[in-house]
């Protein structure tokens, strides 16, 4: 026991923050070219593909075994909701809590797409969350292009800028026509003009009935930080095969304005 003349000197050691293999921001596309079966699949691919053993045996091989999830839905510039808050997945119980809470929410759309307005509202949901992540992911899923906000591809490189990658999940199973804003080749565009950081890629579902596979394999790529073994079309390091601002001169085309 200390002498009464003694001073006690108290150390405070600051709490670090919690440590996870990934911070991954599910950005999910609900804009009225999205035909509510669609937006229905879409959100039960995300779901079940949390839940599924690949996707917890990928994690469970990770340096902590944890990762980071926040799950939004967007249209326009103005219009993100957040659907989960952050939340972290260690195993069966919170990936069943958060698959649980994806299916809970009420279906919504809205007007517009502006994947630039998706990435901005994305970027600062890293520093907000109480994690520390080895790796920062967008997966942005999508039907079309941006046609509204700023130019997408300026926003991309603000956030590669930050270190955050970002890959693309675009939505081929309508046929473009004139009538819509649907365009040819969307893999082409997301990968030229949207996705981009160490290991991004894109995964295109062009197959309904494959649109719940996609996205649980997408998911367990990026949990384990890899890329497809075959990936068809390299990122375009030049000119883009698509311009990035289609979705912009169309519906200028269309509407005027």
Not at 42 to 66: C, D, H, W
Not at 158 to 170: V, W
Request: with cysteine.
């Amino acid at each position: 026991m200390p002498s009464s003349g003694a001073r006690q000197v108290l150390t405070i050691i600051p709490r670090a923050a919690a440590s996870v293999d990934l911070e991954l921001v599910i950005a999910v596309d609900v804009s009225y070219s999205m035909d509510l079966d669609e937006l229905a699949v879409q959100r039960e691919g995300y779901a079940q593909a949390i839940v599924s053993k690949e996707f917890l045996q990928t994690m469970k091989n990770g340096p902590t075994s944890k990762v980071a999830v926040t799950y939004f839905e967007w249209s326009a510039s103005s219009d993100q909701r957040i659907i989960i808050p952050w939340r972290v997945i260690d195993g069966p119980e919170s990936a069943d809590a958060v698959a649980d809470e994806i299916m809970k929410a009420p279906v919504r759309r809205g007007s517009r797409t502006s994947i630039s307005g998706a990435i901005a509202f994305a970027m600062p949901l890293f520093d907000e969350n109480p994690y520390h992540g080895l790796r920062w992911v967008i997966d942005i899923s999508g039907d079309g292009p941006n046609n509204n906000g700023e130019p997408v591809a300026g926003v991309r490189e603000s956030a590669l800028a930050k270190g955050i990658t970002i890959n693309g999940l675009p939505i081929m199973v309508k046929e473009p026509s004139q009538s819509s804003m649907d365009i040819e080749n969307l893999d082409w565009y997301y990968e030229d003009c949207v996705i981009g950081g160490p290991g991004s890629f894109v995964v295109s579902i062009k197959d309904r009935d494959k649109f719940k596979e996609a996205i649980r394999a997408k998911l367990v790529l990026e949990v384990a930080g890899r890329t497809p073994e075959h990936r068809l079309v390299p990122v375009a390091e030049k000119e883009p095969r698509v311009p990035c601002n289609i979705g912009e001169k169309m519906w200028q085309e269309r509407w005027g304005r």
